[in-house]
């Protein structure tokens, strides 16, 4: 219900040096320096910093944050909140939403006085097995990301990615191929799409890989049959398919592996100066963030008449919703992009 003096969320969400503050809450949406009280969108490493004194987020965001930074760095007090259950901070009504982003992901839907902002930490709306679906929450301020915010992102269906995957496995039966995908999300949704396209042979993990899908198995996401790389020989290797981090992909550990195929699952793999940069012969367009028309076709559901953005290409999505009269306001926050998709240029391995 609208007050009559319903106030703006500009009012009582403020753009601070730590982060998106909620003043009537006393609480930071995923701040970049410890503070007293954080709500935490999902456990990528620029949204889910060490050290908070309280933390509320999904109970598997705060399980993998605590397999990721172990068990006192994750939060002195650590809050679970299941999806959609509303519960009052200071003056404020807060309830988490699922993003579609990775495992335990949320978006955070703020209300005070009859104005509400939701805070969509990182999403996409391409279904993904490993995760639940995005759910759009109405609102008068929606923040949002902006990671693949140019026309020229558009990913194409993930299904159609691991198929050339799987042919150029059957073209190449010699050959390994090395894969490259974040540990938190990205790793696992390539698995569970293998998976889906009936690839149940076992699926080789580079020793970083092996924590975080332990703990998706754990979590109720299945992943099938997965070894270690590193210990088995180069002969079980041959015509198999390895996940590593991507920045492990093009070093002395992918040479060992019998021929590899250089593969790399990103967003970023549309842009082909990149793949050719870094030494990928087989680019996978996957990606857990929104392109450019789920950006704005999610800024139409949800019906905001303003939208802050946030890591990424702020200038051209608030030129393209001004089209259609949506206010944008770029919130140049410091310490985002993605740990899992904002690939620097140099010092991949981050
Ligand atoms: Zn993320
Ligand atoms: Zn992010």
């Not at 005070?112 to 902002?117: D, E, H, I, P, T």
């Not at 609102?139 to 693949?148: I, K, Q």
């Not at 993930?158 to 073209?171: N, R, Y």
């Not at 680019?283 to 704005?296: G, K, Q």
Request: glycine content about 8%; hydrophobic content about 45%; overall charge negative.
């Amino acid at each position: 219900m609208k007050h009559f003096d319903t106030p703006h969320p500009e009012a009582w969400l403020r753009v601070l040096p730590d982060g998106l503050f909620c003043e009537p809450g006393g609480f930071y949406v995923d701040p970049v320096r410890p503070v007293d009280r954080a709500v935490i969108t999902h456990a990528h490493a620029d949204h889910a910093r060490p050290g908070h004194a309280h933390v509320l987020a999904s109970a598997e965001t705060l399980a993998i944050m605590r397999v990721r930074m172990g068990v006192d760095r994750a939060g002195t007090v650590q809050q679970e909140q299941p999806y959609g259950q509303v519960l009052t901070i200071g003056e404020v009504r807060v309830w988490l939403q699922p993003a579609g982003h990775v495992l335990g992901a949320a978006q955070v839907a703020m209300e005070w006085r009859g104005s509400r902002a939701v805070v969509s930490g990182d999403y996409k709306r391409a279904p993904d097995p490993t995760c639940a679906p995005f759910e759009p929450i109405p609102c008068d301020v929606f923040v949002t990301e902006a990671t693949f915010a140019l026309p020229v992102f558009r990913h194409p269906p993930p299904e159609a990615e691991i198929a050339k995957l799987l042919a150029s496995v059957a073209l190449f039966p010699e050959r390994t191929h090395v894969v490259g995908a974040y540990a938190l999300g990205k790793c696992q949704r390539v698995i569970a799409l293998l998976r889906r396209a009936g690839w149940d042979r076992p699926i080789y993990l580079h020793g970083a890989q092996m924590p975080l899908c332990a703990e998706y198995e754990r979590l109720g996401v299945p992943l099938g049959d997965l070894r270690p790389a590193t210990v088995a020989n180069k002969a079980d290797l041959a015509g198999a398919i390895v996940i590593a981090p991507p920045g492990a992909i093009a070093d002395r550990w992918a040479r060992r592996l019998a021929e590899p195929v250089v593969c790399l699952a990103s967003g970023w793999m549309r842009v082909r100066q990149r793949a050719r940069s870094r030494g990928v012969e087989l680019p996978l367009v996957i990606s857990d963030h929104a392109d450019w028309d789920e950006l704005n076709a999610t800024v139409d559901e949800v019906g905001a008449p303003e939208i802050w953005v946030t890591h990424g290409r702020e200038e051209a999505l608030i030129h393209e919703v001004a089209k259609r009269g949506v206010r944008g306001r770029a919130l140049r926050l410091l310490g985002y992009g993605d740990e899992e998709e904002d690939l620097p240029a140099q010092g991949e391995a981050a």
